[in-house]
């Protein structure tokens, strides 16, 4: 189980009719499908919408209230395929992931379901995560909308808008018989906001009565000749219907003064940008006030060629705002005002850049470019926009670039996968450096500092399968690492599968840490907690065994380093044929911490006895070298200036967030480092015989002690 | 349409913006959700966001906030990013971070108001560094103060700290005392109050920070401590300590606090009559010093032989390891860094790794060298010797183990690791004094450079290379009025990164001057 709690959000999937929901763009689509009278709902968690997935997890209560089925998918693909529920039923269906990244596994299943189309409304909620805080490759998931004919809203960045458009999304894909993409940016799925609830609504049609009642139509099955009908249909039918549903419900928006020279086309998710730059030319103010015509396209794809035209027509110029490239709009926009003979110029991409997020000072810069060549009237004599050139062009702070460090994100305070690294550095000390195929995770945090392993990531799971090439007798093997979230994703086929058919020699690093960490500490089948409504405790070792590997070895400690090192390089100099895996499990500390930490506190206050370790260096003996921060890159490992004189150097110190997990130790032991570490053992609440043996202890350390120092001058005010 | 909107900044309605940059796990969150409960239980729209991105708990991170008065029905539209140039107030949760906040454009001088906390968290870049890595915090406060309207600066994390709270909660008490936000102390209260947990605690380090911002709203940030020189004591009712301190009392006196500080060290590394030889050495020194107008330049050369040498004859070994650890004191010292409690018990493990290179080290020089010097009695050492320890000084069996180890320190004059050290010593001693006669800065450039041999196993190894490579230069340089400045900067480059990369590439220059 999952071991954040979120009882207080589920709390508020409770809100009925008028009341007031306070909370995150994500947790309000959330509620919108509740809201929507939806069947079920899957999708397979990661940054930015891993909360709608968290809060589902933790709200058995309320969807079994509304008879909803929630599942975790295995992967993106598994969640597109879940939606075929929607294909012969009146269910209506939402599934979510991380995109692009997801779409991309999620791609043939969508396909396949858009070509056939839906009967009941079929959702699919994407994270665009894109931009600054992304965590993936930049790119548009629009080419999926496009490719595929899925209809994608792209809706103004505010709650009451946000649900408003997961409700009229389910419509409009019952409307036009297509699956529908809601798309949400990163800042989006975060926004702090309100809006008015309705109640909750049951489904009108059940999982249980389409189980009881199945239906087939061989024309809804991807199959020539079927599948050149749905073509027919997609673009004769389907088509028509979405573009009469997007205009009658006005889901688009056209603000601002009917009439002017100029216009601003935007998509709905960048329209706060677009105003706030706007205020700063002086041609809009704080509450949406705007001097220039705007039309907001909530809805990316399909175009509504009439609005367009619409607005377009008599102006002399439009601006298309849309974020990254290729710039599939402005293209579109081209072409429809082009067939038209519309002469109406369109800009975008020659005033705005090609790629990367559209930030305020970006979309000032475009505008007023756009402003200077088709309305320079319009920009006046007001104050000028804010610009901090000024400041960062002075000495004074263009000094502090060489000063401030880089700080990307990293393994955390105690992380298991930091001495699973730590021992790969000894082992690359020894036998030189190896190729590395990282893959998606947190363990991709080995490719920065201190550590600086890892030479490719390929994809979720694809570790091993991007080390495929490198099967040739050679002296040295491919190192690849695996993820206990990627192999359970997509790695078991297409990486270790792979590795075993084909014999590849490479040696396969799992990582196996109980969770899908990275993206919140989900549970995934090997996760070793019990959780009710999931199967877990399956083993890793037994699943690569189950498909034909044969040299493989479970460290159930990963902080044991030298273990950990003597195995990897047993890995790579074995004479054993075939893929050589090691699964290094312990548990993700953050998880681990917020499991055991309320308990060892209450223990502890309760009066039970309990025993805390903590890892403390003893500064008089570091000498600043810090070897030890090379292997580790713990957080709470630190450096602090000495006061001693004869001292050049900061040393090392472990700060009071230490967790104890002994990667410290065990690293100094396996690389032979300074002896300074110690661990610190603290016995709260000790029992009678714990007093008693430490007093009889104490008191002979004591007198061997004295013995020791007898005769031996000291000079007062000496270091303890 | 309701004519033309106003002009920015008046279009802005009065709209208020807060960027709070933080590191993932300092509470972030919680700060920016104080702000926007406490705006709307005011009557105004707030609005957060973040890019939190992955899950784990470091990383620089921004929080934003913007909060408006309502204008009769309508709602404010507001922003999802901070616009470079109009930030009303940027709260940085740790130095550094108020310096990327500059960076980023985010502080500017008309509008401003920076809320930071002074403390630092290094972070890996700064900390890997075999030298001193650490990033300068003037010059954060260089640009600061340039680039803010207003400073509010100093250690919230210390004082969240001592009132048994976390950062937030100094931080929101800043904020209160700043003003930027046009509502009461009471309702920043009543926005703690609300939230529920650990309230009491919140509202003692909200309090507390609001106090301070507003009596001494600057503390001036420091970038090293003090260092610590204790004097050599007047009478310790031992001759030999006594007889020392008159010795040390005929140096110059800008060189007597580090002499007293080395001698002290030589006579916890071994004893009085080790601290004697060490004066007697620099003595040597300081007459050179003198000779050629040393009170100029504060006795330089004598003050940095004082300085390495000291760290040179106390080397870091087996014996001294052991004894430190069985000092009485440090039990408290551990103690107190666990924040033990009364009741509790508290032991520690040490974590050894003693190889066959160690145990020779502390052998008589001549048994050591000879053991060294047949591969195949070491490699059958090694399986026995060589694998790590943990030993707790806090049984009596761990005890004993370590009081032997530390039984071989005041033997230590015999050993092959003593041996070793002095004949280095002597060498480098020499072409310091060489080089001394040559310039004098070079001949204090030249014993600076001992600070590159520090540590144990690989680690000294690897120090003592570079000090050879280091000193390797010293031909090319005497001949050179700017000779000393090369080594130095040969020195800080090996200490830059581990494999000496910086320092090939400053080696390579030097070659072709």
């Not at chain 1, 060629?305 to 849309?322: D, H, R, S």
């Not at chain 1, 730590?422 to 450096?433: N, R, S």
């Not at chain 2, 007293?260 to 071994?270: M, S």
């Amino acid at each position: 189980m999952a071991e954040r709690s979120f009882a207080r959000e589920v709390e508020d999937l409770k809100l009925g009719a008028g009341e007031v929901f306070r909370g995150e763009g994500i947790l309000a689509i959330t509620k919108a499908l509740l809201q929507s009278g939806v069947s079920y709902v899957a999708g397979y968690q990661g940054s930015p919408i891993s909360h709608l997935m968290d809060v589902l997890a933790d709200a058995k209560d309320v969807l079994a209230d509304l008879g909803v089925h929630f599942e975790t998918s295995a992967s993106e693909a598994t969640a597109a395929a879940t939606l075929s529920a929607s294909v012969m039923y009146p269910l209506r269906g939402a599934v979510t992931w991380k995109s692009t990244a997801g779409t991309n596994v999620a791609a043939d299943a969508l396909s396949n379901l858009s070509s056939g189309g839906v009967t009941g409304g079929a959702l699919i909620v994407i994270g665009e995560d894109y931009g600054e805080g992304s965590s993936i490759m930049q790119e548009r998931s629009h080419a999926y909308a496009l490719k595929s004919q899925i209809w994608l809203l792209d809706p103004r960045p505010n709650l009451p808008t946000l649900v408003r458009m997961v409700e009229e999304g389910f419509e409009l894909s019952e409307a036009s018989n297509t699956p529908v993409m809601l798309e949400v940016r990163i800042r989006t799925c975060h926004v702090h906001g309100q809006f008015v609830c309705k109640d909750n609504r049951k489904p009108s049609y059940t999982l249980r009565q389409a189980l009881e009642n199945p239906a087939r139509d061989v024309s809804r099955i991807v199959l020539p000749p079927a599948s050149f009908v749905h073509e027919k249909e997609k673009l004769e039918r389907r088509m028509p219907a979405a573009i009469e549903f997007v205009k009658s419900r006005k889901l688009n928006e056209i603000m601002g003064p009917v009439e002017g020279d100029v216009g601003v086309i935007t998509l709905g998710g960048l329209y706060n940008t677009t105003l706030r730059a706007l205020e700063y030319l002086g041609l809009a103010d704080a509450y949406g006030e705007t001097r220039v015509p705007l039309y907001v396209l909530n809805v990316a794809y399909p175009l509504i060629e009439e609005e367009l035209i619409a607005f377009c027509q008599g102006k002399k110029a439009v601006l298309m705002i849309e974020e990254g490239a290729p710039d599939y709009i402005e293209r579109d926009l081209n072409t429809i005002l082009r067939r038209r003979d519309i002469s109406t110029r369109v800009c975008g991409k020659d005033v705005l850049p090609m790629g990367g997020e559209y930030t305020t000072p970006v979309m000032i810069k475009g505008l007023d470019e756009f402003l200077k060549l088709h309305a320079r009237e319009l920009l006046g004599n007001g104050p000028p926009p804010p610009d901090p050139g000024p400041v960062l062009s002075d000495l004074r702070v263009k000094a502090l670039a060489e000063v401030v460090p880089p700080r990307p994100p990293g393994f955390c305070i105690g992380c298991p996968e930091r001495p699973i690294f730590a021992a790969m550095k000894l082992v690359e000390q020894e036998l030189g450096l190896h190729h590395v195929s990282a893959d998606i995770g947190c363990h991709l945090f080995s490719i920065l500092p201190p550590f600086n392993i890892g030479a490719t990531t390929m994809g979720y799971g694809l570790g091993p399968a991007s080390a495929s090439a490198f099967n040739v007798p050679s002296n040295k093997r491919s190192i690849s690492v695996l993820g206990d979230g990627g192999f359970w994703h997509n790695g078991l086929a297409s990486s270790i599968g792979n590795a075993v058919f084909n014999k590849h020699d490479g040696v396969t690093l799992i990582v196996d840490n109980f969770y899908s960490a990275a993206t919140g500490g989900q549970d995934i089948p090997s996760s070793r907690a019990l959780n009710p409504r999931r199967k877990t405790n399956n083993s890793i070792v037994d699943a690569v065994k189950g498909i034909g590997a044969r040299w493989v070895r479970q460290i159930d400690r990963t902080y044991d380093v030298a273990r950990m090192r003597d195995t990897l390089r047993e890995a790579l100099t074995t004479k054993s044929e075939g893929p050589k895996i090691i699964v290094a499990s312990s548990e993700c500390m953050l998880n681990k911490q917020r499991r055991v930490k309320p308990l060892i506190a209450k223990a502890i206050k309760g009066g039970e006895r309990v025993v805390k370790e903590k890892f403390g260096v003893d500064g008089d003996i570091c000498s600043g070298d810090h070897a030890c921060i090379r292997l580790s890159g713990c957080p709470s490992l630190t450096v602090q200036h000495s006061e001693d004189p004869l001292k050049d150097d900061p040393i090392a110190a472990i700060d009071e967030n230490c967790v104890g997990c002994g990667n410290c130790g065990e690293v100094a032991e396996a690389a032979a480092l300074c002896p300074s570490f110690y661990r610190a053992e603290t016995i709260h609440n000790p029992t009678a015989f714990d007093r008693g043996l430490h007093r009889l202890r104490a008191a002979v350390i004591l007198w061997l002690e004295t013995r020791r120092m007898r005769g031996r001058a000291r000079l007062a005010g000496e270091q303890a | 349409m309701t004519g033309a909107p106003a002009r920015w900044p008046e279009g802005g309605g009065g709209r208020i913006s807060i960027a709070i940059l933080a590191m993932g796990g300092q509470g972030g969150g919680v700060l920016a959700d104080w702000i926007v409960t406490l705006a709307e239980r005011q009557g105004w729209a707030a609005q957060s966001t973040s890019v939190p991105g992955v899950a784990q708990r470091t990383g620089a991170t921004i929080y934003y906030i913007e909060t408006a008065p309502p204008r009769g029905d309508a709602l404010p539209v507001l922003a999802l990013m901070p616009t470079p140039g109009d930030v009303d107030c940027v709260m940085a949760a740790e130095l550094m971070e108020a310096g990327r906040s500059v960076l980023r454009g985010l502080v500017t001088p008309d509008r401003t108001t920076l809320i930071a906390s002074t403390h630092r968290a290094p972070a890996v870049v700064e900390k890997q560094a075999p030298g001193d890595g650490v990033a300068d915090p003037h010059a954060v406060v260089t640009a600061t103060d340039f680039a803010a309207k207003r400073v509010i600066a100093f250690d919230m994390e210390q004082l969240a700290k001592s009132n048994g709270s976390v950062i937030s909660a100094t931080m929101l008490g800043a904020l209160a005392a700043a003003e930027v936000l046009p509502f009461p102390r009471e309702a920043f209260e009543a926005t703690i109050r609300a939230g529920g947990t650990g309230v009491e605690a919140s509202l003692r380090a909200f309090a507390a920070a609001l106090a301070q911002a507003k009596a001494k709203p600057v503390e001036p940030v420091q970038r090293f401590p003090q260092k610590k020189f204790v004097a050599w004591p007047a009478a310790t009712g031992n001759a030999e300590f006594d007889e020392l301190g008159v010795r040390i009392g005929r140096f110059p006196a800008e060189a007597r606090p580090m002499i007293a500080a080395g001698a002290r060290k030589l006579v916890d590394h071994l004893d009085a009559a080790y601290a004697g030889e060490y004066l007697d050495r620099l003595a040597e020194f300081a007459e050179a010093d003198r000779a050629v107008g040393g009170a100029a330049r504060g006795f330089a050369f004598t003050v940095a032989a004082a300085k390495y040498l000291a760290g040179a004859m106390a080397y870091d070994d087996l014996p001294r390891v052991a004894d430190l650890k069985l000092r009485a004191g440090r039990q408290t010292r551990v103690r107190r860094e666990v924040g033990a409690n009364e009741g509790s018990i508290v032991t520690t493990t040490e974590y050894f790794h003693p190889r066959v290179e160690e145990m020779c080290a502390t052998l008589p020089a001549k048994f050591g060298a000879w053991i060294e010097a047949r591969p195949r009695l070491v490699a059958r050492l090694r399986k026995v010797v060589d694998r790590g320890r943990r030993i707790s000084p806090n049984t009596i069996s761990g005890y004993l183990m370590l009081a032997l180890v530390a039984q071989q320190g005041p033997k230590r004059r015999g050993s092959l690791r003593h041996v070793r050290e002095m004949a280095h010593i002597e060498a480098w001693l020499d072409a310091a004094k060489a080089a001394f006669g040559v310039d004098y800065d070079l001949g204090v450039a030249v014993l600076g450079c001992r600070r590159l041999v520090k540590g144990y196993s690989d680690t000294h190894a690897r120090g003592l290379s570079k000090f050879d490579r280091v000193m390797g230069a010293l031909p090319l340089l005497k001949a050179r009025a700017d000779g000393a400045v090369w080594l130095d900067r040969l020195t800080r480059a090996a200490l830059a990164d581990e494999k000496g990369v910086a320092l090939d590439g400053v080696l390579k220059t030097v070659a072709t001057l």
